[in-house]
């Protein structure tokens, strides 16, 4: 009884995921997603670490808060506030030649880059959902809330 449990609502969570906006789909899985996880390609590398440490408080944090609310909610990007804001700063001092490596080989200044500009994108995305969800809108997605 317990497995169907999970499993029902782990596919809760996968048609609440399915209801947001396709372009937005194709964001996360085609772009953030991957991005940062090829950040376990460069575990070498200050900004690889950073990356990675950040992927992981997101992916930790919210699969529990979507397990919680059985569905995607608002309240996931008050978690990407907190993980991505500290990596951006770091990905930036790292760029500036402030802290991190001493020599960023062009893959790493590539990838850096590009965690970077990714990031920032979806944070501009959470911080609007950060507001709605700081206004009151509290609603978890589910397939009868599209």
Not at 56 to 75: E, P, R
């Amino acid at each position: 009884m317990e497995g169907h449990t999970a499993s029902h609502r782990l596919l809760g969570i996968w048609y609440s995921f399915r209801n947001l906006p396709p372009w937005l789909q194709g964001w996360v899985l085609l772009i953030l997603m991957p991005l940062n996880g090829a950040s376990l390609l460069f575990l070498d590398s200050f900004s690889g670490q950073a990356t990675a440490l950040a992927l992981l408080l997101v992916l930790t944090v919210n699969f529990s808060l979507m397990w919680h609310h059985g569905g995607m909610n608002k309240d996931m990007s008050l978690v990407h506030l907190l993980a991505w804001i500290p990596l951006e700063m770091g990905l930036l001092g790292q760029l500036a030649g402030i802290w991190g490596d001493d020599f960023l080989t062009p893959t790493q200044w590539a990838f850096t880059v590009a965690v970077v500009m990714v990031n920032a994108i979806s944070l501009f995305f959470d911080i609007v959902d950060a507001w709605c969800w700081a206004q009151g809108d509290r609603v978890t997605l589910h397939p009868d809330h599209s």
